[in-house]
């Protein structure tokens, strides 16, 4: 009796050994089995899978699902540690901070601004821009003690108050003799609140909204 052969069924296992850890977190243990039964099911019974490549598929599906586990594992570990941290950036509100102001959300009046540098400010001019990089406004400031107040209301040069969005303050300064000095914008302000954004958490000061990160000082309420 003649057996035809059955050449159309390949016994190369294409559909499952290219599965791998890349693709764990989509790849389930229920596919990988039906696909595993499936060739186990079609096999070309003239030369059927070899004991050492189903040993293999096996420990790559061992491979897998250990993968898809720590993920799970992992996605649980972020999850509780973005937890814990919310909660210690709640005790920052109600608490007055010194945040760099070089870049700040506004949604309201500008609050307070201070210019701040190592040594005695000779005078400078601080460069207002928006999200696109375009100068909204142009402060100069003359000569004073670190920190030194910033007269800036949240508004153009027009005195057209600017919208809610983001804003970049470019200071550059210079001592009494005229020589470029490091001198930042900052925020001296209470916190109102803490938001918990898809982008990260911020801190309201007033009209403005900063990164956690650019707080340099904290001090108790009054101080």
Known sequence: MTIASTSALSTTPTSTTTLSTTGAGSASRDQFLRLFVAQLENQNPLDPQSGADMVAQLAQFSTVEQAVE???????L?????????????????????????????????????????????????????????????????????????????RDENGVALPPGTYTIEVTA??????????????????????????GPLLHLGGASVS????????????
Do not use: C, Y
């Open 70 to 76: 720590t993920n799970r594992r992992l996605a649980d």
């Open 212 to 223: 956690p990160a650019a707080v340099t000082t904290i001090a108790r309420t009054g101080v």
């Open 174 to 199: 210079h001592d009494a003799a005229g020589s470029t000095i490091d001198a930042t914008p900052q925020i001296h302000a209470l916190v109102d609140s803490l938001e918990l954004t898809a982008g």
């Open 78 to 154: 972020i999850s509780a540690q973005d937890a814990a941290s919310s909660a210690g950036l709640s005790q920052l509100v109600g608490r007055d901070v010194t945040a760099n102001a070089s870049t700040l959300t506004l949604d309201g009046p500008a609050p307070p601004l201070q210019i701040a540098s190592a040594v005695k400010i000779g005078g400078g001019e601080a460069v207002v821009k928006d999200a696109n990089g375009k100068v909204v406004r142009t402060i100069e400031f003359g000569a004073g003690e670190s920190p030194m107040p910033l007269a800036w209301d949240g």
